[in-house]
């Protein structure tokens, strides 16, 4: 006996009818033959197996399972010192098979399924250790039966057992041999892919890979293998994703059929280059440039031909290691490829349009200027990508544009993509010229010319659209950027920079417009006008006399009944707002606004009176001419804009036009005072009825305008002057203050020459205004409103400095009708103090 047992008496225990005599056999017997001393040979280990393996292998059938699992483990201590004999093999895979290789599950217990493929793999070690394997073949129907059950068991161990165990055999069987069955194994490895544990999922990929190397490739069976394994390279564990990308890697190297399926193979690779966790990166790296030198050395002549002259471009991108000439050459040889990979760009999920701009990027990446043939294919998609409501993958594509503009042939796709614009004039078109272009080194002033004939076009730059706007003018920059460098005359340059600022300003204005402030994007734009002065030697003020006229050329389409948030309006409402009033322009500008104050809606005219009634503040800052040049165009713009309105008109938008009319002309009054000296005696007709109107702001406006009627006749001052009193009495407190304000202001022009009765008649007409005026003054002067008593009092101080006759007796009468004596007599008394400092003075 080999073990100092007798074989007679363990195989009555084994058939004891008391379990645990046959449990404890079973250990005592695993043991011995675990312990057994090195010098016990081979063969008298197997002359006792001979006798016992029957005995054994019916316990595995015991109905008690401790005694099945300690049969299972005394034959695998057997096995473990056997040698590889085709008889003990048979009996055991055969008995594996029937009680794991059956439709139904006839063991119940998951830890002994465990221990029965844990003894398959073992035995294929061995075998393959031995060179042996072989002797597998008669049994490979079991083996298999057995290795589709595992792998579709319930308990997740027994599930990578299987897989671990199929990955050896895989590496050692024959193609031949093995390849009837690799169908049946690879559809029973694909319902693990989606396994909720990430370990089972990565011991699938990895029996997959192999499973692959054995797969007939004249079937569909490859292409439905890569196409199951495909969507875990988007999996949320790195190491599955790393697995898939080792899967490449082997199928690359030692796939037979590899050539012919390199463009199905290189995603399950490149997409791990992209990968966002390192682990995956530095790992399938090297792996992949492993790849690039057997596909080097299998192509020799011709890569190293091509290599002499392989120099990168000017501006690779920084901080990326370029691939090398085989890994390159894998890539460009498997273009056809990028149709189904950009068609997945516009996929309904998030990470699908991610995950294939990452891919797609690696392949522009590898290919460089071999990807210009394709450019005219995959332009749509990555504009579309571009404009990706996903901000991760907008930024992805934004990434891809940058590196297809570095690296792709500039002379070959810029028409391209110039016809792209011209045909689609949106904002994925243009975000994806705008990277190419910028990144790119090409640019000359023909393309510079037409990129910005382009843009000033209203398809472009009469856009609504916040993000449009944005990348006109950051194509704009672009254009500066560029123009440096490029060779053409100071004429051509010139004309360059007009069509920048006709653009910039158009897109600036709508931005404004939309917004009512001065949004990002008129910041941007004041850049490129900076730009601008700099370049052409100038200044802003100058830049917009010079020019200004060419973009109120493109302010069209306003004889129409529009609103106020139709493009041309909002277009003309910020251009005035950014280049105010000049005297330029100002001809063109009236003809524009005419043009909407005949045709465009009722809210469209008041929105552009008011930005003209604020534009109108800054006259004499931007209208820069001389004295009587200004005069008269603001006689003209009066005359033309402002006094047709001033006219009483029945009806909410009358009232309202006469309201923003008014302000208008007190805008000019405050923006131009010099000139309104002179324009403004024209208007007084208008006056009365205007400080009467219904509208309380029309009113307010007039008042406050009285304050700038200067160099008028007696006679024609008259009527103003008494109007403006009677405002002392508006409703309206605002009002009422401003008017005692005005009354102080009033300053006729006497006349000088004529009869003396005329003179003196003239003159008295004036005293007796001045008169009733410090008698409603006097009054208002006993006000409980401190603001109103306040005003008056300014008002009395005025007056009585240039008719002290007339205070005097205006005083004496009111000191015998106030009812607070004492502030008036104050008042007096600060009045002759006034006096008589200003006479020592003098």
Not at 138 to 157: F, G, R, T
Not at 545 to 555: G, I, T
Not at 599 to 627: K, M, N, P
Request: proline letters at 3%.
């Amino acid at each position: 006996m080999s073990f100092d047992l007798d074989t007679k008496l363990i195989c009555d225990d084994l058939e004891s009818s008391d379990h645990r005599k046959r449990g404890a056999t079973l250990l005592k017997l695993r043991e011995l033959c675990e312990q057994a001393p090195d010098t016990v040979s081979t063969d008298a280990v197997a002359a006792d197996f001979d006798e016992l393996y029957l005995h054994l292998l019916k316990c595995y059938g015991d109905r008690f399972e401790s005694v099945r699992d300690r049969a299972v483990l005394a034959v695998t201590a057997f096995l473990e010192r056997l040698p590889p004999l085709d008889f003990h093999l048979l009996n055991v895979v055969s008995t594996l098979a029937e009680r794991m290789g059956q439709t139904e599950t006839v063991e119940p217990s998951e830890e002994i399924r465990l221990l029965y493929i844990e003894q398959l793999h073992l035995m294929l070690r061995k075998y393959a250790l031995m060179g042996n394997v072989g002797v597998f073949r008669e049994c490979y129907p079991e083996v298999v039966k057995v290795l589709i059950k595992s792998i579709k068991d319930a308990y997740a161990a027994v599930q990578r057992e299987g897989c671990a165990t199929l990955v050896q055999l895989a590496r050692v069987a024959d193609t031949m041999e093995i390849r009837p069955y690799t169908e049946s194994l690879a559809v029973a490895l694909y319902g693990m892919l989606n396994h909720r544990h990430s370990a089972a999922r990565i011991s699938a990929v990895e029996a997959i890979g192999r499973v692959s190397l054995h797969l007939d490739a004249s079937g569909e069976g490859m292409r439905r293998l890569l196409a199951e394994v495909s969507p875990l390279l988007m999996d949320s564990m790195p190491l599955v994703r790393r697995e898939c990308g080792q899967m490449g890697v082997l199928m690359l190297l030692e796939l037979p059929d590899r050539y012919s399926y390199f463009e199905r193979i290189l995603p399950l690779v490149l997409c791990c280059l992209k990968d966002d966790s390192p682990e995956v990166l530095s790992h399938i790296r090297p792996l992949w440039e492993q790849c690039g030198r057997l596909y080097y050395d299998e192509n020799e002549a011709e890569l190293s031909q091509q290599e002499i002259c392989d120099l990168p471009v000017e501006n690779y991108p920084a901080g990326v290691q370029r691939p090398t000439i085989g890994c390159r050459g894998l890539v460009q040889r498997s273009l056809r490829l990028l149709q189904l990979i950009t068609r997945e760009t516009s996929d309904w999920k998030d990470n699908v349009r991610l995950h294939s701009l990452k891919l797609l990027y690696q392949f522009i990446l590898h290919a460089e200027s071999a990807m210009t043939a394709k450019f005219f294919e995959i332009y749509p998609d990555v504009s579309h990508a571009c404009c990706d409501s996903e901000p991760e993958v907008a930024a992805e594509a934004k990434k891809v544009a940058d590196l297809m503009g570095r690296l792709l042939c500039y002379a070959a796709w810029i028409n391209h993509g110039f016809d792209g614009l011209e045909r689609n004039a949106r904002e994925s078109f243009l975000k994806c010229f705008y990277y190419m272009f910028t990144a790119s080194l090409g640019g000359t002033y023909e393309h510079l010319q037409r990129l910005c004939k382009l843009l000033k076009c209203s398809d472009y730059s009469h856009t609504l659209k916040p993000g449009f706007q944005l990348y006109i003018l950051k194509t704009l920059e672009t254009v500066l950027d560029k123009s440096s460098k490029v060779t053409a005359s100071i004429e051509e340059l010139k004309e360059l920079y007009e069509h920048v600022y006709v653009t910039a300003m158009k897109v600036m204005a709508l931005s404004y417009s939309l917004n009512n402030e001065d949004t990002e994007d008129v910041n941007r734009g004041y850049v490129i006008l900076k730009r601008l002065v700099q370049l052409e030697e100038t200044t802003l003020a100058e830049l917009h006399e010079r020019w200004f006229a060419l973009v109120l050329l493109d302010v069209e389409n306003l004889d129409a009944a529009l609103d106020e948030n139709a493009e041309p309006v909002l277009l003309l409402y910020g251009l005035i707002h950014l280049a105010q009033i000049r005297s330029t322009y100002l001809p063109q500008l009236i003809e524009k606004i005419k043009i909407v104050f005949e045709h465009c809606c009722d809210t469209a005219q008041v929105r552009i009176f008011s930005i003209l009634s604020i534009a109108a503040l800054s006259w004499s800052t931007t209208v820069r001419v001389e004295r009587e040049q200004s005069s008269q165009l603001l006689s003209n713009f009066t005359s033309e804009i402002v006094e047709p309105h001033l006219i009483w008109k029945a009806g909410a938008h009358g009232e309202a036009m006469r309201s923003m009319a008014m302000a208008t002309l007190c805008a000019l009054a405050q923006g131009a005072k010099d000139e309104a000296r002179e324009v403004l005696p024209a208007l007084a007709k208008h006056m009365p009825s205007l400080l009467e109107d219904r509208n309380v702001t029309t009113r307010h406006y007039a008042i406050k305008a009285m304050c700038y009627f200067q160099g008028m006749s007696v006679e024609a001052l008259k009527p103003l002057a008494y109007a403006t009193m009677q405002r002392m009495d508006d409703p309206s407190a605002g009002i009422r203050i401003i008017a005692a304000t005005a009354v102080g202001k009033l300053r006729p022009v006497f006349k000088t020459d004529g009869e003396k009765e005329e003179l003196e008649h003239e003159r008295e007409m004036w005293e007796a205004f001045i008169m009733r005026a410090m008698d409603i003054l006097l009054l208002y002067h006993e006000s409980p409103e401190k603001d109103m008593q306040a005003a008056a009092q300014k008002s009395l101080i005025e007056l009585a400095k240039l008719h002290p006759t007339s205070w005097e007796d205006r005083y004496q009468r009111a000191l015998g009708l106030a009812r607070r004596k004492d502030e008036l007599v104050d008042l007096y008394a600060k009045m002759k103090i006034e006096d008589e400092a200003k006479k020592e003075t003098d």
